[in-house]
């Protein structure tokens, strides 16, 4: 499975969006990824739909949105009228998972759920076959460059099993934490996208920084 690295803008610099967006495109990033905070679902606040759709046309790359809001239905259409390519929401929000996927297909965009690293992992089981993508978080949401916490290496191989024992082919995401030295531990576990933000923003050399991730 080719290992696809997905750019979090969280840690990138807001006063130089589309420079930075140069840069993401020249170094070999795959997709853009997006985080929505609403400050009730994690402790903090970050950006929404006014702010993906002026950005949108500056970008080449296909947009990976991770709500992290309690109530992400209410938000798809708005999302997807914003420009957004692939939407992943929580699993502890509490809404009907099933209703919340199907209205993400339905506007012609691939859905993810997400756990937070205290989730079971295996309360998605029931719903590979809706989906695209499962973004194990390997950090608790809500900030930028926080250490990534190993204990979600096994929700990784686990899930990657239960996905070839239901002959599922799955995206498996991995988000916080992520750099050169992380990368192979996760890959190894049987992740195959890769967000990183603060590695890959700050690094002088992002291109070498993805290849670094891909090694
Ligand atoms: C955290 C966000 C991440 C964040 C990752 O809640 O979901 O996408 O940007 O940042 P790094 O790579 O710096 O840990
Ligand atoms: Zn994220």
């Not at 993401?24 to 990824?33: I, P, T, Y």
């Not at 919340?100 to 076959?129: D, F, N, Q």
């Given at each position: 499975m080719k290992t696809k690295v997905s750019a979090s803008i969280l840690s990138a610099d807001f006063g130089n969006l589309e420079r930075e967006f140069r840069r993401a495109e020249a170094s070999g990033c795959d997709m853009v990824h997006f985080d929505v905070m609403d400050g009730h679902f994690v402790p903090n606040l970050s950006y929404g739909v006014p702010v993906l759709k002026s950005i949108?046309?500056?970008?080449?790359l296909p947009f990976d949105v991770h709500l992290m809001i309690t109530d992400p239905l209410k938000f798809i259409d708005a999302f997807a009228d914003a420009g957004a390519d692939h939407i992943t929401f929580h699993?502890?929000?509490?809404?009907?998972p099933e209703e919340v996927i199907a209205k993400i297909r339905s506007r012609g965009l691939t859905a993810g759920i997400s756990v937070k690293p205290k989730t079971p992992v295996e309360l998605v089981y029931p719903l590979l076959k809706q989906l695209d993508m499962v973004l194990i978080m390997t950090?608790?949401?809500?900030?930028?460059g926080q250490g990534f916490i190993p204990e979600t290496l096994e929700k990784i191989s686990a899930l990657r099993s239960e996905a070839q024992r239901q002959g599922v082919e799955l995206d498996i995401e991995v988000d916080g934490g992520i750099g050169f030295n992380t990368s192979p531990k996760v890959r190894h576990a049987g992740a195959n996208v890769l967000v990183s933000g603060s590695y890959l923003f700050k690094a002088d050399d992002m291109a070498a920084a993805v290849a670094s991730m891909r090694r």
């Amino acid at each position: 499975m080719k290992t696809k690295v997905s750019a979090s803008i969280l840690s990138a610099d807001f006063g130089n969006l589309e420079r930075e967006f140069r840069r993401a495109e020249a170094s070999g990033c795959d997709m853009v990824h997006f985080d929505v905070m609403d400050g009730h679902f994690v402790p903090n606040l970050s950006y929404g739909v006014p702010v993906l759709k002026s950005i949108r046309k500056y970008c080449s790359l296909p947009f990976d949105v991770h709500l992290m809001i309690t109530d992400p239905l209410k938000f798809i259409d708005a999302f997807a009228d914003a420009g957004a390519d692939h939407i992943t929401f929580h699993q502890e929000v509490g809404s009907d998972p099933e209703e919340v996927i199907a209205k993400i297909r339905s506007r012609g965009l691939t859905a993810g759920i997400s756990v937070k690293p205290k989730t079971p992992v295996e309360l998605v089981y029931p719903l590979l076959k809706q989906l695209d993508m499962v973004l194990i978080m390997t950090v608790e949401p809500g900030f930028g460059g926080q250490g990534f916490i190993p204990e979600t290496l096994e929700k990784i191989s686990a899930l990657r099993s239960e996905a070839q024992r239901q002959g599922v082919e799955l995206d498996i995401e991995v988000d916080g934490g992520i750099g050169f030295n992380t990368s192979p531990k996760v890959r190894h576990a049987g992740a195959n996208v890769l967000v990183s933000g603060s590695y890959l923003f700050k690094a002088d050399d992002m291109a070498a920084a993805v290849a670094s991730m891909r090694r």
